[in-house]
């Protein structure tokens, strides 16, 4: 997976879901800009922007409400620090959630558990 920045790293899906998603692969990769980041897409589905609207109006209508796509990511922190709380100290935790979420430095990490 190639996120944006062009950060590339490999990702484990289970093989259900991989097979669902080589169903909507383009015949050839096409470039798109989204909110001024330039990258190739590879697959008909919704990425950036327009994802980010499309989980707002999901959570809305599914529960009631939304923090929208990036209140899932704080969640997401969050959760992962609590889970990973008896195996690891803080420090480590960090570095893995980190990891996790793309970023490689824990300071970025940081903001999200505020």
Do not use: C
Not at 12 to 20: H, T, V
Not at 56 to 63: H, P
């Amino acid at each position: 997976m190639t996120g944006k920045g062009g950060l590339t790293r490999e990702i484990q899906l289970p093989r259900e879901l991989s097979e669902r998603l080589e169903g909507y692969r383009l015949p050839q990769s096409e470039k798109v800009t989204d909110r001024g980041v330039h990258y190739e897409r590879s697959y008909v589905i919704g990425g950036g922007n327009a994802w980010s609207a499309s989980f707002t109006r999901a959570s809305q209508r599914g529960i009631g409400r939304s923090s929208g796509a990036h209140g899932l990511r704080h969640s997401y922190a969050q959760e992962r620090m609590h889970e990973l709380r008896y195996e690891y100290v803080r420090e480590e935790r960090l570095q893995i959630v980190s990891q996790e979420m793309g970023h490689f430095r824990a300071s970025i990490t940081e903001v999200y558990l505020r």
